[in-house]
């Protein structure tokens, strides 16, 4: 008989119970059948289109929980390319000497991403580690130097990693329990900018300017809070995004330009939050 609780209930079979009794019947045809099996140990079909919606709420759900588990309330971003090396490191991106010579050039955003994960994780500690937890996408170059850097003054970081075409895995400085994997882009965004207090982005390709894009669009329609969003690299940025054109044709509103920072190191990054935010 199931012990009972101090008010004299029968408590109810816990689900990883019932999956122990399911998975301990009989071998039989019947049982076999995939019909059989319960709907959230069926793989197959969990995996199915018509399941998408449960998915899809599932990766908001995990992390969600997983983060409120660990009393995480609000995060600082880095985003910037997975192709910028460590300085002195192998410029594997590289298709040709023109792009390796600038890869090698742009590492020094490598080091600068490194000693703002530092002032971030910094100040986090001045909170337990609840506010400014430095999150990145989890992947190699300037996401892995900012994990890198938390990790170098003792902090827990977070990495919200992605299956993509090409193989990828979670960089080795991402705390293991804060390391994430997505399926969905959309679910993967919404955790970045839940608890974002400030964004730091590096220069990058299509996916660091689709996470900018996101971050600036989310604050200029104010369906979320301003907060401080700085650009490490003016001149990189100001060949890669016309804003003064933007604004001169009438597609941004004047002042939208004064939502981005322009900055060129760690220390201007960090002074810009500071000061935000009356540190």
Known sequence: MNPKDSNGWTPLPHSD????????????????????????????????????????????????MALAERGIRSTVI?????????????AWAAKNEVQKKNLEANSRYYEE???FARFCSEQSAQSYYREYVVVTGGGPGVMEAGNRGAVEVGAPTIGLNIVLPHEQAPNAYVTPDLCFNFH???????????????????????????????????????????????????EFWSRAIDLAFLAEQGTISP????????????DEAWARIAEFYEL
């Open 255 to 266: 002042g939208d330009e004064e939502l981005i920072t322009f900055v060129e190191t760690a």
């Open 78 to 90: 880095l985003f910037g390319g997975a192709r910028i090396p460590e300085p002195g490191g192998n």
């Open 113 to 115: 991403a490194r000693k």
């Open 17 to 64: 119970e019932d999956l122990k009794r399911a998975r301990s019947v009989p071998d039989t045809p019947q049982t076999r059948a995939e019909t059989y099996r319960l709907a959230w140990d069926d793989e197959d079909f969990m995996t199915r289109r018509e399941l998408r919606p449960v998915r899809l709420q599932l990766e908001l759900l995990k992390p969600e």
């Open 184 to 234: 969905y882009f959309a679910i993967r965004k919404m955790h970045f900018m839940m608890r974002a207090k400030a964004v730091a982005v590096f220069p990058g390709g299509f996916g660091t300017m689709d996470e900018l894009f996101e971050a600036l669009t989310l604050i200029q329609t104010g369906r979320m809070e301003r907060v401080p969003v700085v650009l490490f690299g003016k």
